[in-house]
C-alpha cells in the first residue's frame, strides 16, 4: 500500500506488519509496537502512515471507491447513476434504499486512520524517552508538537466524518497496544463524538505554530480552524463557528499570503476578490494548488506511488462509470447566467466549463464522461461571436488518458468557507455582509451579484447554498449542506418522485423520517462487533 510518502511509509509497513482496518480486529504484533516510535525517523513514517491511511480512504483503495463523494455528495442532487452500469449499491442510493450491504456503508477505513492517530497521539510523547533531544534520532519541541497537532486534528477529522454519516458510533482514544486490549464498543452518542472533535482540534490549534507557511497536504493552522468552523456550523453554533472563520481569516495560505487580513475584526469584516483564485484561471487551484491563495487542505494523489486515481463521477478512465452529473444541475447550470456573443448565447459562469463537459464531441454521450475539473486544461478567452472556453490538456475527442495523472483531492479551500461564512451571517441577522460574501464567489466567476433587499433569510440561504453546489461540485460537501440546512427532503423529493416514478415504484419521494440521514451500518461491521446494533429505521 504505497502513500505520497514512499520511503518512509515502506518504513511504516515494514514496521506495522499490517494495521487495525476496523475498530474490532486484533492490534498488531506486541512485539513490533514495543519496539517502535522510538526515533525521528518512525516519527516521520508514523505520520506519513496517518495521511496515507486518510488518503487512502478518501480516495479509494480501488477503482470508484472515492468515500469522499458517496459520503459527502452521492445521495444528493449533484449525481444520478447510470442506467446500464449501475450496480446494487448506486442503485440504493440513487432511490434512497440504502440497506446494510451497501458497499459504502462499511466505516472501517476511517476507524484504521483514528487507530493511527491514536498511536501517534500516545508514542510520540515517548520518543524523547529513548531518543533525547540532542542526540541522534531525537525529535525536536516543535516537531514533537506539531505531529501531535496534525493527529489530533486528523482524529477529529475522522471523527468529524463519522458523526455526520452515521450518527452514534464507538468513540475510542486510546490505540491497540496488547493482544488483549478490549476490541468491541458499543457505539456513543453523536454530542459525545463531536464534543471530542472540539477538545480534539483545540488542542491541535493551540499547539500548532501560528502564522506559518503550511504544506499544502498537511494538516495547518488554516485546515484546523476549517475543520472547526465546519464543525459549528453542524451544530448551528453560529457565534462559535464564527470565532473560527476569522481564526482561519488570520491563518497563511501555502503561498504565504495571509487568507483576509482584514476579516478578523468584527463579524462580516474583510473579503477581496484578491483572496480568492481568479475566475479565467479557477482551475488552477485543483492541478497545482500549492501555488493558489486560496487552498488550505488538498488531498495528493500521485500515480507513481498510488496507481490510478479512478474516481467515481470525478474521473475519465477507459472503464465505464457508475454515475453521471444529475438534473436538473446537468442543463440547468450552463443556463444560470448567459450573455449574446453576436448571435450565440452561451453561459458566462467561467467554472461551467472548468468543471465539466457540455460541448466538445467524443465517442458517446459527453453527460456519461463530462466531470473534468481536477484535471488540467487552457481557457480561451470569449470572442465578439462565441463565449469563453476550456480545453482540458489530457483529452482528445475519444478518451482521455487520466490514468497516469496526479489527482489532488480538494478537502477545505478559502471560496467554500467564505460562502460557509456568508452562511453563517444570514443566520445572525446581518444580511449585507452574508450577501458580501457570496457576492466575492460570484464576481470570480462571473455570474450577477444581488443584493440583499432581495432576500429573506431563507431564500439568502436557499442562494448561498446553490452557490455552493457550483464553486463545490465534486468535492463531497453538498449532501452535508443539505442535511446541515434540513433541506433534503424539500430538495430530494421531487427527484426522487421522479426517479421511482420512472421504474414504476410508488411515489413516495424522501418520506419523512430524518434517521434516514444517516447511514446503515454495514453487514461486515455488525459480524465484528457483537456490541453494536443497527441504526434505525435499518
Known amino acids: 500500500m504505497k502513500k505520497i510518502f514512499t520511503i518512509t511509509f515502506l518504513s511504516l ?57 458517496w459520503w459527502g455528495e452521492s445521495r444528493s442532487d449533484n449525481w444520478e447513476r447510470r442506467d446500464t452500469y449501475s450496480v446494487n449499491s448506486t442503485d440504493e442510493i440513487h432511490l434512497n434504499g440504502l440497506t446494510a450491504l451497501n458497499t459504502w456503508a462499511d466505516w472501517t477505513f476511517l476507524y484504521s486512520t483514528i487507530s493511527r492517530a491514536n498511536l501517534l497521539i500516545k508514542k510520540i510523547p515517548e520518543v524523547k524517552n529513548y531518543a533525547p533531544i540532542g542526540t541522534i534520532g531525537a525529535l525536536t519541541q516543535a516537531k514533537e508538537a506539531s505531529y501531535m497537532a496534525q493527529s489530533y486534528a486528523m482524529r477529529a477529522l475522522c471523527y468529524f466524518w463519522i458523526a455526520r454519516v452515521w450518527g452514534d458510533a464507538p468513540l475510542r482514544l486510546e490505540p491497540y497496544e496488547k493482544l488483549g486490549d478490549q476490541a ?27 502564522n506559518q507557511t503550511p504544506v499544502t497536504w498537511y494538516l495547518g493552522e488554516g485546515a484546523i480552524c476549517s475543520i472547526m468552523a465546519d464543525l459549528y456550523m453542524w451544530r448551528k453554533d453560529y457565534a462559535n463557528a464564527n470565532i473560527w472563520f476569522k481564526r482561519l481569516f488570520a491563518a497563511k495560505a501555502p503561498t504565504g499570503k495571509v487568507y483576509n487580513a482584514s476579516g478578523i475584526g468584527a463579524d462580516g469584516s474583510g473579503g477581496a476578490l484578491t483572496d480568492l483564485q481568479p475566475g479565467t484561471t479557477w482551475n488552477t487551484q485543483f492541478v497545482n494548488p500549492a501555488t493558489s491563495v486560496e487552498t488550505i487542505f488538498y488531498i495528493n494523489w500521485d500515480f ?31 443556463r444560470k447566467s448567459v450573455q449574446l456573443y453576436g448571435t450565440v448565447s452561451a453561459t458566462t459562469d467561467l467554472r461551467v466549463k472548468q468543471t465539466y463537459n457540455i460541448t466538445s464531441a467524443t465517442n458517446q454521450p459527453i453527460r456519461d464522461r463530462s466531470v473534468w475539473k481536477l484535471y488540467a486544461g487552457n481557457y480561451v478567452a470569449p470572442t465578439a461571436t462565441a463565449g469563453y472556453n476550456f480545453t482540458p490538456t489530457i483529452y482528445n475527442s475519444s478518451l482521455p488518458g487520466t490514468r497516469e495523472t496526479n489527482v489532488y483531492a480538494p478537502m477545505y479551500r478559502l471560496s467554500g468557507m467564505y460562502l460557509l461564512y456568508a452562511e453563517s451571517l444570514n443566520k445572525i441577522g446581518d444580511r449585507a455582509n452574508a450577501v458580501k460574501y457570496l457576492n466575492l464567489i460570484k464576481a470570480r466567476a462571473g455570474v450577477p451579484q444581488v443584493v440583499a433587499t432581495s432576500f429573506t433569510e431563507n431564500t439568502l440561504e436557499m442562494e448561498i447554498l446553490q452557490e455552493r453546489q457550483y464553486e463545490l461540485f465534486g468535492e463531497g460537501v453538498r449532501w452535508f449542506d443539505l442535511v446541515r440546512t434540513d433541506r433534503v427532503k424539500e430538495v430530494m423529493d421531487p427527484i426522487l418522485i421522479a426517479r421511482q416514478s420512472s421504474r414504476g415504484n410508488p411515489a413516495v419521494g424522501w418520506g419523512s423520517d430524518k434517521r434516514r440521514y444517516y447511514w446503515p451500518l454495514a453487514t461486515r461491521v455488525l459480524y465484528s462487533n457483537s456490541l453494536l446494533v443497527q441504526s434505525q429505521p435499518y
Open 13 to 69: 509497513l515494514m514496521a506495522f506488519g499490517g494495521c487495525k482496518k476496523a475498530i474490532d480486529e486484533q492490534p498488531i504484533s506486541e512485539g513490533t509496537l514495543s519496539t517502535f516510535l522510538r526515533s525521528s525517523l518512525e516519527a516521520d513514517a508514523a505520520l506519513a502512515g496517518m495521511y496515507g491511511e486518510f488518503q487512502q480512504t478518501m480516495m479509494g483503495d480501488g477503482q470508484y471507491q472515492n468515500r469522499q463523494m
Open 184 to 210: 468491541e464498543q458499543a457505539k456513543d452518542p453523536q454530542a459525545k463524538i463531536l464534543d471530542q472533535c472540539i477538545k480534539d482540534l483545540t488542542t491541535a490549534y493551540d499547539l500548532t505554530l501560528k
Open 304 to 334: 507513481l506511488a498510488n496507481g490510478c486515481a479512478c474516481m467515481a463521477g470525478t474521473s475519465r478512465t477507459d472503464n465505464e462509470p457508475f454515475i453521471r452529473m444529475a438534473d436538473p444541475l446537468w442543463t440547468d447550470w450552463p
